[in-house]
């Protein structure tokens, strides 16, 4: 399931990351990769253990956890750190997939999800379109700064060579408290179908059942 959320970022939120990104340190990328997807790796990310990171991480991950849209449909029960990267002209990540599980020994988070934030406006850059090998499809998204896309980690992914401008995006990795992904859609189907009956009949015997079956199936499958 691949979910797209638009303005998860405020105006304001933009504007303060693009102040923080401009005086940033970068470094390159791959330093972050694994041995397998170094070679592919061409892109810089924002250094790690700098005032400057840490100002975009609470940004980004603020912005992630009050958007109701992503929480209802990633059902998160642990969440990275953002990371920040830039694609100047000529970078690029070949296809890989993501590392299974993130961190270390004690804060650990197995990445059934990946959240790319787009931060730079679509029309500054060409190239840079993310593209996700979905169910036999390559599915490419390129999102108006402020939007993000929620996608299976474990699926084979690339960005595309940045041919004019800069792409910036922040990228963050969830553990779901529901681990199948085919369980993660149902849920989020009954979901969306509370919602719409809410909506248009209030709360009644339908919404009721619906509630019910929804509460009851996440009770039975949650991993907390």
């Given amino acids: 399931?691949?979910?797209?959320?638009?303005?998860?970022?405020?105006?304001?939120?933009?504007?303060?990351?693009?102040?923080?990104?401009?005086?940033?340190?970068?470094?390159?990328?791959?330093?972050?990769?694994?041995?397998?997807?170094?070679?592919?790796?061409?892109?810089?990310?924002?250094?790690?253990?700098?005032?400057?990171?840490?100002?975009?991480?609470?940004?980004?991950?603020?912005?992630?956890?009050?958007?109701?849209?992503?929480?209802?449909?990633?059902?998160?029960?642990?969440?990275?750190?953002?990371?920040?990267?830039?694609?100047?002209?000529?970078?690029?990540?070949?296809?890989?997939?993501?590392?299974?599980?993130?961190?270390?020994?004690?804060?650990?988070?197995?990445?059934?999800?990946?959240?790319?934030?787009?931060?730079?406006?679509?029309k500054t850059y060409d190239g840079g379109e993310l593209v996700v090998n979905a169910n036999g499809m390559e599915c490419g998204f390129k999102l108006e700064a402020g939007s993000a896309v929620a996608y299976p980690a474990n699926s084979l992914h690339q960005v595309t060579p940045v041919t004019r401008g800069a792409r910036h995006a922040a990228v963050i990795w969830v553990q779901s408290q529901v681990r199948d992904a085919s369980r993660r859609e149902l849920l989020w189907d009954l979901d969306n179908a509370k919602r719409q009956i809410f909506a248009s009949e209030g709360k009644g015997a339908t919404f009721d059942a619906i509630s019910r079956s929804h509460a009851n199936l996440l009770r039975m499958w949650a991993d907390v």
């Fill in 1 to 122: 399931m691949i979910i797209c959320a638009p303005h998860v970022l405020t105006a304001e939120e933009l504007g303060a990351i693009h102040n923080e990104l401009h005086v940033a340190s970068f470094v390159d990328g791959a330093s972050t990769a694994g041995w397998s997807a170094r070679d592919v790796k061409k892109n810089l990310q924002v250094a790690m253990n700098t005032e400057s990171l840490t100002k975009l991480q609470d940004v980004v991950r603020a912005a992630f956890l009050r958007n109701a849209k992503l929480q209802a449909a990633i059902l998160p029960f642990a969440v990275t750190q953002p990371l920040f990267n830039r694609y100047d002209i000529g970078m690029t990540y070949g296809l890989h997939v993501d590392a299974a599980v993130m961190g270390g020994l004690g804060n650990s988070v197995r990445s059934d999800i990946a959240i790319t934030v787009f931060l730079s406006d679509p």
